[in-house]
């Protein structure tokens, strides 16, 4: 029997908001597969070690990343975009693991989007205090395709706004297993993580880990 599990089900909230339309929330959806997720994610790692980005404004992000698949997000002073090639290694990123792929694919076809094939995988990394401030993912040139996003390790609260980054948020706790599901009218809404508090999981220690799937090239 695995404790870990029920750590995660005694941390979840009972009732599922309604945070409007085009986001799923699947509580537990990548539960079964999460210490597989984590393998995984740790060897990527092992090619692609996480890193502080620098925004195009100069500042240290205080999330750490890295990524994998075809193509990978980075931010430096010259703004943000998709890239092949991880600047720090200057090879090529991880390739996706399998098990990634398929998780992504079947969250998103449950959440009414067949056909998903992500071309990115975004990995964060939060530790105490690390947090994403309100932003919109607008780097993709496809906004027909969804994001999936997978919550791992230590909890979170997730912050949704609007189309305007001054319109009002509401609060989402994500634990570990949890994955969202992010498009259609709401695949340019505002949205972020706050300040993470410090904490030990099973899986990840002092971490949450995020993977977003994205569809970032236009074929
Ligand atoms: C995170 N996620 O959860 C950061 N973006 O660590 C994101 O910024 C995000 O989870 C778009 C769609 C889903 C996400
Ligand atoms: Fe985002």
């Not at 398929?102 to 449950?110: G, I, S, T, V, W």
């Not at 205090?129 to 040139?141: F, I, P, S």
């Amino acid at each position: 029997m695995n404790t870990s599990l029920f750590e995660d089900l005694a941390d979840r909230e009972a009732l599922p908001q309604d945070l409007g339309p085009g986001i799923t929330v699947l509580k537990g959806f990548a539960l079964r597969d999460g210490a597989a997720l984590v393998t995984a994610l740790f060897a990527v790692a092992e090619r692609s070690p996480f890193r502080h980005m620098v925004t195009p404004g100069g500042y240290r992000m205080s999330v750490a990343m890295t990524n994998c698949g075809p193509f990978g997000w980075v931010s430096d002073n010259k703004g943000y975009r998709y890239d092949s090639f991880d600047p720090d290694t200057k090879t090529r990123w991880p390739a996706m693991p399998e098990v990634f792929t398929r998780l992504a694919a079947e969250a998103a076809k449950r959440s009414g989007f067949s056909d998903f094939v992500p071309d990115a995988c975004l990995v964060n990394r939060y530790q105490a205090g690390a947090r994403l401030t309100l932003h919109q993912d607008k780097n993709e040139r496809d906004f027909t395709a969804p994001i999936v996003s997978v919550s791992l390790g230590l909890p979170a609260d997730f912050q949704f706004g609007g189309l305007a980054c001054t319109d009002r948020t509401t609060r989402l706790r994500v634990v570990h297993g949890d994955v969202l599901v992010w498009g259609g009218p709401a695949r340019l809404r505002y949205h972020g993580v706050l300040p993470l508090k410090p904490a030990l999981h099973a899986l990840t220690g002092e971490y949450r880990f995020n993977l977003t799937f994205r569809k970032s090239a236009s074929t």
